[in-house]
């Protein structure tokens, strides 16, 4: 064990299968242990842009949104804000919320993903002086998270899920439920500038099979393992 991993607090429920891949692990905000790399963050970069690169999102904060009054609420929040914000991903927030995505599932159903760092911050702003009714709760430590990224990012997912994932059919900034090998996920689409980028959640429970499942779907598309620091130059911030 790493002296980083004997550091960390907390540990994603991927960590296992990323330290039998040989990932060093660096100690992120509020002691989590992040895979940093598994070789050179540059050929990783390169793997992902020219097969599909996995890559860990479970250390992310997710806030789950609920109630009356929340899309205008969101809409205030994020610009622009169209009218129909239904399955859209909204990613232009304003001030805290420019570090924050936020999936409408529904006008009053959303989760907003965010570092953790910004997390509490949020949740004072949202609650200060609020109109309507809405509930915030924090399910970070129910879902478990992952990034796909790349061109053949698309042709696994026709692997694993019987959803309509054709860019056309699923553009960027999209949102939906959809099970993957009959595990419920929520699938965003977030692209990573030109690199086209995929994120799912699902129960913690579920994390050790989903990531096989990847593994073992996504043969002669070249599925790699990503860590945080190809994922930055990917453009994830």
Request: charged residues 20%; aromatic residues 8%; proline residues 4%.
């Amino acid at each position: 064990m790493s002296e980083s991993q004997a550091n960390a607090k907390r540990l994603s429920p991927f960590h296992h299968k990323e330290a039998s891949l040989g990932a060093q692990f660096t100690v992120g905000d509020f002691g989590w242990a992040i895979a940093e790399k598994y070789t050179d963050p540059v050929k990783e970069k390169k793997a992902a842009e020219e097969g599909v690169g996995i890559a860990d999102l479970s250390h992310l904060t997710k806030l789950g949104l609920n109630g009356l009054g929340l899309k205008q609420l969101i809409s205030e929040r994020y610009n622009p804000a169209t009218a129909e914000m239904r399955g859209k991903v909204l990613t232009s927030g304003r001030g805290i919320y420019e570090n924050a995505w936020c999936a409408m599932f529904s006008a009053d159903e959303a989760m907003l993903v965010c570092n953790e760092s910004f997390k509490e911050k949020i949740i004072k702003e949202m609650t200060s002086g609020k109109t309507g009714h809405f509930t915030i709760v924090d399910v970070s430590s129910v879902f478990a998270g992952c990034c796909l990224s790349g061109p053949n990012g698309t042709g696994l997912l026709r692997r694993l899920t019987e959803l309509n994932v054709n860019p056309e059919d699923f553009p960027n900034l999209s949102v939906t439920r959809t099970p993957i090998r009959h595990v419920p996920t929520i699938l965003m689409r977030n692209d990573l500038g030109p690199t086209l980028a995929y994120q799912l959640y699902f129960e913690r429970a579920y994390a050790e099979y989903v990531w096989d499942t990847i593994f073992s779907s996504g043969k002669g598309l070249g599925v790699a393992p990503v860590g945080s620091l190809a994922l930055k130059l990917l453009g994830l911030s």
